[in-house]
Every structure is written in C-alpha cells, then in structure tokens.
C-alpha cells in the first residue's frame, strides 16, 4: 500500500471545495460521470424489480434472460455470435479490470499497457506481481500502437495486453484494420488481447464502434469488456460483461465466483431492459455528447487554444497551451485562475505530461461559459 498516493482526482476535488467555499464558480470537467438519466422504460424496470423482496437474496449468477440480452445485442451491434459460457459479469468494467489478471498472472508475467492510459488497466495486473511494460501511443501515430515497435523478445515473453478504443484518456478511434493487425500479432506471440470497449456507443462524426471480438480469430486470443455505466448511465449499478475466449472467461467466472455472489437482481433487470429496449436514447446522449465536444474543442480552438476534437468516449485529450509544459501545474493554476476543472495528462501515464483531459459533463452553454472563464483567465496566449 506504500505504492498507491491519493489520487489526483482527491486533490483536485479538494482545490475545487476551496474555492467553491470562497463563494467561486467552478466548472468541474474533470472525472466522466455523465450527468445523463437512464431511460425511464429502464428505470421503470429496476423499480418494479426493487419492490419485490425476493430480488433482495444472493443472485449467485446471471439470469438467464440477462445472458440471451447480452448475446443479442452483440449480435445485432456488432455482428458477434457468443455462446452462454462465453459471457461473463462483472461489477463494472473497473473491477474486471482489476480482477482478471489475478486469473491469468503468475508473479514475474508481463504485462503490455497503454502509455498513457487510464490507470486500473496496470493496478490489476501489478497487484499479481506481474511485470508492467508499456507500449507509447504518440501523436505522430494518431495515438494508435505502433505493434512492430515492440521488442520481439519482449512480445514472445508477454502474458497479455491491454488495449483499449475509443480510448480513454486520449479520445480516440482505432480503425479495423488496426484490431484485424493486432489480432495477427496476438496469435504470431501467444499473447492475450484485453480489449476494453467501453466507450463504443459514445463515438462522432459517423465512426461506428467496433468490437475486436468481430474481427476473425479474436475469439482464440482474447477477451473484451462492454460497460452500461456510459452506454445506458447505469454507472452506479457497475453492470458490466466480459465476452471472447472461452477458456479464460471459464477460469475468470471460476476467480470471481470465489469473491463474488453475482449482480444485484434489480440492476440485471434494468441491464436486461436497457438491452433489449428502444435504443433512441443511446443515439440522443451520442448526438449530445457530439455538441458537447464541438462546444469544447471548438470553443477552445475560437480563443487560441489548438485543441483537436475527440473522435469518441466522453472525454478531450488537449495539447497544453503554449508556454506550459507541466501538466498538473498547468491544472491548479487554471482552476484557480479561470475556476475550470480537468485532469493533468500526467495523471495517466508520463506521456501524458504534456496534456490534460476534458470531461463532457456539462451542457453545451455551460462549456461554453468555462471557455469564456478560460478566455478570460489570460492563460491563453
């Protein structure tokens, strides 16, 4: 435990209390909670589930309803078939993450993670004693894995890698002739794939999300996780799915059944429900999100500031403004200069130190406030 610091965001929202005290105004775009309700139908079926007091003992598993939800809107998304032991659940995708090393791991495997990118994609691993290596992901590449760069000793030795798009932080899409070329070199070194795919819905200017599962052979090398905290704002009912290899979602659901007694039945009702429902609300809060992040990026490119819109997740990855080059620096002095609120890009990895991440978590106007407050501030030169 010597290992782990307060995290950046505790820090940060510890700034942010300060200056709200003094009777400031901040504009917190700093972690992605969305700020969007799940649809009623959805909420309708988890209050319906909740007054039934039989749905209150140990659920030990997934309905069986649950799992026909989850293999149809696999198959009608993205064209994926998946047989019932080849799903599993997770308390969101966070705890997966978390998990599943210690059910592929000895102490000394290596692990292959993003650099930047987000942090419970190492923790887990790193808590099994498995050695962490990372992989850049540059501008110059469009942030995408540059596979042939990796030493082909250190790629015959890997256990996993970790990959994930869209991706958080640095917002942005990987094309299919990316994941067809990562599946190639997962089969070439034995090397499991760990795809997290959480922001799949959440994706602009006419990309479609794809499932690396859909790409022929994924199935042999790997596993992918798909969350309904950002898909359908179920984030507090951490329903999440892990889908792919069926030898390793086997030994995975065999870890989890002993520190797990499964989902919560009235959040597998809701999931069921947001499944298999109308999906006019995930296209609304993605055409919403889109707003969100042309109000951002280019609001911010309108006073001066180059900041690249997101091709997908909820998030903004923008270069620091000139004349700065510390990313948590650059972060205190415009919360308490501007009271705008993001996430120094050190926060996810060392080449991150030069960035910062947006959450689009405010309404168009209200970004477009904080551009104004940012504008205002002087920090843009």
């Given at each position: 435990?010597?290992?782990?610091?307060?995290?950046?965001?505790?820090?940060?929202?510890?700034k942010?209390?300060?200056?709200?005290?003094?009777?400031?105004?901040?504009?917190?775009?700093?972690?992605?909670?969305?700020?969007?309700?799940?649809d009623?139908?959805?909420l309708?079926?988890?209050?319906?589930?909740?007054a039934?007091p039989?749905?209150?003992?140990?659920?030990?598993?997934?309905?069986?309803?649950?799992?026909?939800a989850?293999?149809?809107?696999?198959?009608?998304?993205?064209?994926?078939?998946l047989?019932?032991?080849?799903?599993?659940?997770v308390?969101?995708?966070?705890?997966?993450?978390?998990?599943i090393?210690?059910?592929?791991?000895?102490?000394g495997?290596?692990?292959?993670?993003?650099?930047?990118?987000?942090?419970?994609?190492?923790?887990?691993?790193?808590?099994?004693?498995?050695?962490?290596?990372y992989?850049?992901?540059?501008?110059?590449?469009?942030?995408?894995?540059?596979?042939?760069?990796?030493?082909?000793?250190?790629?015959?030795?890997?256990?996993?890698i970790?990959v994930?798009?869209?991706?958080?932080?640095?917002?942005?899409?990987?094309?299919?002739?990316?994941?067809?070329?990562?599946?190639?070199?997962?089969?070439?070194?034995?090397?499991?794939?760990?795809?997290?795919?959480?922001?799949?819905?959440?994706?602009?200017?006419?990309?479609?999300?794809?499932?690396?599962l859909?790409v022929?052979?994924?199935?042999?090398?790997?596993?992918?996780?798909?969350?309904?905290?950002?898909?359908?704002?179920?984030?507090?009912?951490?329903?999440?799915?892990v889908?792919?290899?069926?030898?390793?979602i086997?030994?995975?659901?065999?870890?989890?059944?002993?520190?797990d007694?499964?989902?919560?039945?009235?959040?597998?009702?809701?999931?069921?429900?947001?499944?298999?429902g109308?999906?006019?609300g995930?296209?609304?809060?993605?055409?919403?999100?889109?707003?969100?992040?042309?109000?951002?990026?280019?609001?911010f490119?309108?006073?001066?500031?180059?900041v690249?819109?997101?091709?997908?997740?909820?998030?903004v990855?923008?270069?620091?403004?000139?004349?700065?080059?510390?990313?948590?620096?650059?972060?205190?002095?415009?919360?308490?200069?501007?009271?705008?609120?993001?996430?120094?890009?050190?926060?996810?990895?060392?080449?991150?130190a030069?960035?910062?991440?947006?959450a689009?978590?405010?309404?168009p106007?209200q970004i477009?406030?904080?551009?104004?407050?940012?504008?205002?501030?002087?920090?843009?030169?």
């Open positions: 435990m010597q290992q782990f610091q307060p995290g950046i965001f505790n820090v940060l929202d510890d942010k209390r300060e200056l709200q005290a003094q009777g400031r105004k901040v504009w917190n775009l700093s972690v992605g909670t969305p700020d969007f309700h799940p009623q139908n959805v309708d079926a988890a209050a319906k589930a909740i039934d039989n749905n209150f003992k140990y659920s030990l598993g997934n309905l069986p309803e649950l799992v026909e989850v293999q149809s809107w696999y198959r009608r998304r993205y064209g994926v078939e047989a019932a032991d080849e799903i599993t659940s308390n969101g995708s966070q705890e997966g993450l978390a998990h090393g210690w059910a592929l791991c000895d102490p495997d290596i692990v292959l993670c993003p650099n930047p990118g987000y942090p419970i994609f190492e923790i887990g691993p790193w808590l099994t004693g498995a050695e962490i290596l992989y850049e992901l540059l501008p110059e590449n469009d942030f995408l894995p540059d596979l042939n760069a990796i030493p082909e000793e250190t790629a015959k030795k890997a256990k996993a970790v994930s798009y869209p991706a958080n932080p640095v917002a942005k899409a990987a094309p299919r002739s990316f994941y067809e070329e990562l599946v190639a070199w997962a089969k070439k070194y034995n090397v499991i794939v760990l795809h997290d795919n959480a922001y799949s819905e959440i994706i602009f200017d006419g990309r479609k999300g794809i499932s690396f859909s022929p052979g994924a199935m042999e090398v790997g596993v992918e996780f798909n969350s309904l905290s950002k898909t359908y704002c179920l984030t507090g009912g951490r329903i999440s799915f889908m792919g290899n069926r030898d390793i086997k030994k995975f659901a065999t870890l989890r059944s002993q520190i007694y499964g989902i919560f039945l009235p959040v597998q009702y809701a999931a069921i429900e947001a499944l298999n109308p999906q006019d995930v296209e609304r809060r993605r055409a919403m999100y889109q707003q969100r992040r042309d109000a951002l990026c280019g609001g490119r309108s006073i001066g500031w180059n690249p819109d997101s091709e997908g997740s909820m998030f990855w923008a270069p620091l403004p000139e004349g700065y080059t510390d990313s948590v620096e650059f972060c205190f002095e415009l919360l308490e200069k501007s009271g705008v609120l993001c996430t120094p890009g050190s926060a996810f990895g060392s080449l991150g030069d960035h910062v991440r947006f689009l978590t405010m309404p106007e477009a406030e904080a551009v104004e407050a940012v504008r205002n501030s002087g920090m843009i030169r």
